[in-house]
């Protein structure tokens, strides 16, 4: 069964430094992966997506990701954090033999000045 | 404007009381889905709609209805409700497959008591 990962349960990070979240998956064929992002009291909103082609993916917000095929992983990085970054990130991922989609648990993210 | 609505947004109701929560998208979005949110379990998908009339079930289907009788509309039922199924909930929308960007409401808190 196809599953997601994200070890991170929370994270803090000082404002300016750069983040990186990382997000592991479980799935046989080439997965379709996203990074939505819930900011407190909201709905997701999605920052990034990579369906295929250059594994480097820009997404909103100065974010973007990396697929790694061989470590099965899809981190999503930004170089400098603001404050208003602080909010719950989940990695997602949609598969083309089924029609399910399936998130990861979340990380929690503080910004401290 | 394109969005998702649900109805409503916060419902405190009793164990056995049938309620049904309402979703509503403007986009002509094929697919459709349901999503509850639990502290440290993310989010986890509970029916999903490909198209008018066709419904299957996500990873925690039970003691959850939906129908699809038109395209717009994708309402969750819950014919008799247990304190276990106090979560917030989300629905959400996308172009026809999953895999395109899901555009989600701004989420349902219900409490069973």
């Known amino acids: 069964a196809q599953s997601v990962t994200q070890p991170d349960i929370h994270i803090t990070v000082s404002e300016g430094a750069s983040l990186e979240l990382r997000c592991n998956y479980s799935?046989?064929?080439?997965?379709?992966l996203f990074w939505y992002v819930q900011s407190p009291g909201q709905g997701l909103q999605l920052l990034l997506k990579?369906?295929?082609?250059?594994?480097l993916v820009q997404g909103i917000k100065g974010f973007e990701a990396e697929f790694k095929r061989s470590q099965s992983s899809f981190n999503l990085r930004k170089p400098s954090v603001h404050w208003s970054d602080a909010a719950e990130y989940f990695c997602?991922?949609?598969?083309?033999?089924?029609?399910?989609?399936?998130f990861g648990t979340g990380t929690s993210l503080t910004v401290i000045p | 404007e394109a969005q998702v609505t649900q109805n409503p947004r916060y419902l405190i109701t009793v164990t056995g009381k049938k309620l049904t929560v309402t979703c509503s998208q403007n986009?002509?979005?094929?697919?459709m889905s349901w999503y509850r949110q639990d502290p440290g379990l993310g989010l986890r998908q509970i029916y999903y709609?490909?198209?008018?009339?066709?419904?299957d079930k996500g990873d925690v289907p039970e003691g959850y209805k939906v129908s699809r009788k038109e395209k717009r509309n994708f309402p969750l039922i819950l014919e008799s409700p247990s304190p276990n199924q106090t979560s917030l909930y989300f629905c959400?929308?996308?172009?026809?497959?999953?895999?395109?960007?899901?555009?989600f409401g701004p989420g349902t808190r219900l409490t069973v008591t």
């Open positions: 709609s490909m198209n008018v009339e066709v419904t």
């Open positions: 959400a929308s996308s172009r026809d497959l999953p895999f395109y960007e899901q555009y």
């Open positions: 997602a991922v949609g598969t083309n033999t089924g029609n399910q989609f399936y």
């Open positions: 799935y046989g064929a080439t997965p379709y």
């Open positions: 990579y369906f295929s082609g250059d594994t």
């Open positions: 986009m002509n979005h094929e697919y």
